[in-house]
């Protein structure tokens, strides 16, 4: 028996040796592809701890953070080589992309508020490898109905690629509570608190409320808005920590990224550490087991509305996993999901993967549930039509209301993506049609080149990615409704207004969808 143990046991170390060894090997020869790390890869700023988070006042943070960027602005900017001193190198201070250049460097943290006194608070977070530039357009809106906004630089962003090397999804959430404790300072505990969040900013508001469901020193926040939040990761995020284990070798220092890609966007990384990935799969398996855990305790019955927006197709984030992994727990309290469906009126069919066809089906629950669903696409029964329509399913119905929208789906825009929902179409950095007021030195959402392969320094998925939101105005819509009922009343809720042009079976709604002629999906 032991002689057949030592066996097993030589058995399992050489697999494991194999395993290993495969990964260098492969990873290796990825990293060939990889250019030199720079000085934006190397060097770390120090960051708040998680205990001076929660001792900090909203002051001592933005101290801090001044601190941080004048430290990049010596160590990165200050000694950046000849060679790097290029146009759109974002940490050259004559580049046209340098941030501090700006009228709003919209990296750093920032607080709004508005003219008279506040009629209640939002806090603000932003995605990962992202700044708070991406909720701007909704802060304005907060500050315009009479909201204040505290929008925070969560740890490791707004900086440099490097400073997500070590970061933790626990220093995210110690920056958060931070944030809320400003949002309550400047509007006291009787007005409502709002949290918007972006992708991994989405987590970190869920698990906020959560947190706030099982300690009363938090406060609790009275509605979230999700945009395409990460309550689930792709597989591929899953296993991105492998990638990172060559890292343990000096001379394979790059396997501890994803991605090494030259930083032409003010306001976002484009490098990724593959830190960047564990950290946002870590915060999302505690998430998930923490919903489940109250939900199974009755506790999730006094958590806050939750509106989320969120693209059918996201190769980010897990979209299934909104649906399983959070609001297939909520309560009857007056939740909406939106989805914006694929372009399913114009001919992509050969290009598309077949599994785009029936991504809907297999998204719409088969029975009523407590929230509220509503879907954003194009009228299936008119063929070859570019007219969109919002069809809502209430809480626990079985019919849909129709209701006809008068924004079409943009003919050479196949759907949205994870990075499109927080911008509308004429943002600055990211709109198709920016508007001609602002400039940050590149207008990314109108690349659209095309030539020979292999000839760019970024992969064409980095430039035909949809980069704003064509149902923008609709989603503000709906953001400018729930600021009107800042305070929904306890328990079950009236879900968000939607006109009614039709009804329509929820059956047939989906046979709609799923039985249209091939070449028209």
């Not at 869920?206 to 938090?218: C, F, H, I, S, T």
């Not at 088969?366 to 194009?378: A, E, F, L, W």
Request: proline content about 8%; charged content about 20%; hydrophobic content about 45%.
């Amino acid at each position: 028996m032991l002689h057949l143990l030592r066996k097993v046991s030589k058995l399992v170390i050489l697999i494991v040796v194999v395993i290993g060894l495969t990964v260098l090997g492969v990873r290796a020869f990825e990293l060939r592809s990889f250019p030199e790390l720079e000085l934006w890869h190397t060097y770390v700023p120090k960051e708040l701890s998680i205990a001076e988070f929660d001792q900090a006042k909203w002051q001592d943070f933005t101290q801090a953070e001044t601190q941080i960027f004048q430290a990049v602005l010596s160590e990165v900017t200050g000694k950046l080589p000849e060679a790097a001193q290029t146009k759109f190198n974002r940490y050259h201070a004559k580049a046209s992309v340098y941030p501090p250049s700006f009228k709003t460097d919209w990296n750093r943290s920032y607080v709004l508020e508005p003219a008279g006194k506040p009629k209640g608070a939002v806090v603000l977070l932003h995605g990962l490898t992202d700044s708070p530039y991406s909720l701007r357009h909704i802060a304005q809106r907060y500050v315009a109905n009479g909201f204040a906004v505290v929008a925070i630089r969560l740890p490791g962003h707004g900086t440099v690629p490097a400073g997500l090397t070590n970061v933790s999804w626990e220093e995210w959430m110690a920056a958060t509570r931070l944030a809320v404790r400003e949002a309550k300072r400047i509007a006291p505990a009787e007005l409502p608190l709002h949290i918007v969040g972006f992708s991994n900013g989405g987590a970190l508001a869920v698990k906020y409320a959560a947190d706030a469901l099982e300690n009363p020193a938090l406060a609790r926040p009275d509605r979230l808005i999700l945009l395409s939040p990460m309550i689930g990761v792709t597989r591929f995020a899953r296993f991105a920590g492998v990638a990172g284990w060559p890292a343990i070798l000096p001379s394979f220092a790059k396997a501890a990224w994803l991605s090494v890609v030259p930083e032409f966007n003010p306001f976002k990384y484009n490098s990724f550490p593959v830190n960047g990935a564990r950290q946002s799969f870590r915060l999302t398996e505690a998430l998930q087991e923490q919903i489940a855990l109250l939900a199974q305790n009755g506790k999730l019955k006094d958590i806050a509305p939750i509106t989320t927006f969120q693209s059918l197709l996201d190769f980010t984030v897990s979209t299934p996993a909104i649906v399983s992994g959070l609001y297939a727990h909520l309560p009857d309290n007056g939740s909406e999901l939106m989805l914006f469906d694929a372009n399913r009126s114009i001919n992509f069919n050969p290009l598309l993967r077949p599994s785009t066809e029936t991504a809907l089906s297999r998204m719409m629950p088969s029975t009523p549930k407590q929230y509220q669903i509503t879907v954003i696409g194009n009228d299936a029964a008119e063929k070859d039509s570019l007219n969109t329509i919002a069809r809502t399913f209430a809480p626990g119905a079985t019919t849909a209301t129709q209701r006809a929208l008068d924004i079409p789906y943009p003919a050479d825009i196949f759907s949205l993506s994870h990075v499109a929902v927080p911008f509308p179409m004429d943002d600055a950095l990211y709109g198709v049609n920016p508007v001609k007021d602002e400039y940050f030195g590149i207008h990314l959402g109108t690349l659209a080149p095309r030539g020979e392969r292999g000839a760019l320094i970024v992969s064409m998925d980095f430039i035909t990615r949809m980069s704003a939101n064509p149902f923008y105005p609709l989603m503000i819509e709906r953001i400018d409704s729930g600021i009107q009922q800042p305070k929904p009343p306890k328990g079950k809720s009236t879900p968000l207004a939607t006109p009614v042009d039709s009804q329509l079976d929820a059956k047939d709604f989906l046979q709609l969808i799923d039985q249209q002629p091939a070449d028209q999906i």
